[in-house]
């Protein structure tokens, strides 16, 4: 995975790979079509959703369309900043 960005230039997000069933749901949803499956399992046995490591927007479909509850976070430059 590549290195987080300066969380106050870009947006980006972060999926807890343990929390994360592999549904699909967003990476199906992504606008920016910037979430994709791992080649590895998470400890529950699932392939879990992984950035790609640039191009997010912030827009928050991921975060909103994800079945569990902490599993994508995203951080984005704060208004005004």
Do not use: W
Not at 2 to 24: Q, R, V, W
Not at 31 to 39: D, G, L, M, R, Y
């Amino acid at each position: 995975m590549s290195e987080k960005p300066d969380i106050l230039s870009l947006p980006y997000l972060e999926i807890t790979s343990d929390l994360c069933k592999g549904c699909g749901l967003c990476i199906e949803h992504c606008p920016q079509k910037v979430i994709e499956f791992s080649a590895n399992f998470n400890t529950l046995g699932y392939r879990y959703a992984i950035y790609m490591g640039e191009g997010c927007t912030g827009c928050g479909v991921c975060f909103y369309c994800c079945p569990e509850p902490g599993a994508i976070t995203i951080y984005k430059k704060p208004k005004g900043a």
